[in-house]
Structures are given as C-alpha cells and as structure tokens.
C-alpha cells in the first residue's frame, strides 16, 4: 500500500512559483505513473501533469511552459515546480499514483492512490 503525503503549498503573489512535493511510502513509485491533479471550490477536478513510468512528461496545455515535474527515485518523492503563478491557479493540488495504460494518463479514474492535497493560493 502506497502513502503519498503532499506539502510545499502556501500563499503565492500573482507571477510567483511555487514547488510542490509528493513524497511515497510504503512502497516504490518508480514503477507508477505519478500524476498531479487540482480541485478549485465549486469545481470538479481536473487534471495538471504527469509523468509516466517510462518517462514521458505531460502537462496541461494552459499551463504549458510554466510547469516541470522532477522524479527522484531515491528520495522516492516527486515535484511540480510551477512558475508565473496566476490566480485562477488557486486550488488544493492532489498528486496521485497509478498503473494504467497511458491513454489513461489524464484520467482521475485510474489513479490507485492520492495524496491528502496541499493548498495553494495566487493571490492578484
């Protein structure tokens, strides 16, 4: 069973950046796609970035140029840098770890496991 333990969120001015952690335990995330997803008040979530277990990098296109995702297998923790912040980027950010086949990728139905979420706040 896989504990994914989320930090690093916090209160940002507009053009600020901010570097998310997704830290595993009880079990390795080299083999698992991870996956960042965000769930603003009154909306669904929605899907951000991922990167797959072979090491494909994937973004949100809106968001495209702002984001980099860093796995590090031996810390066994995964990051989102994000930069040039915008408000409407407010959201609790939620990464998440899975299996599935890579159409999939974007999907918040296959994820296996989810961290707790970390806030995060752009403020104009």
């Known amino acids: 069973q896989v504990k994914l333990v989320d930090s690093g969120g916090g209160l940002v001015q507009a053009g600020g950046s901010l570097r998310l952690s997704c830290a595993a335990s009880g079990g390795y995330i080299e083999p698992y796609h991870i996956k960042w997803f965000r769930q603003a008040p009154g909306k669904e979530r929605e899907w951000v970035a991922a990167h797959s277990s072979s090491g494909g990098y994937y973004y949100k296109e809106s968001m495209r140029g702002r984001l980099d995702i860093d796995r590090d297998n031996a810390r066994n923790t995964v990051y989102l840098q994000m930069d040039s912040l915008h408000p409407e980027n407010t959201a609790v950010y939620y990464c998440?770890?899975?299996?599935?086949?890579?159409?999939?990728?974007?999907?918040?139905?296959?994820?296996?496991?989810w961290g707790q979420g970390t806030q995060v706040t752009v403020s104009s």
């Open positions: 998440a770890a899975d299996n599935g086949p890579i159409r999939s990728i974007r999907d918040p139905g296959s994820v296996r496991y």
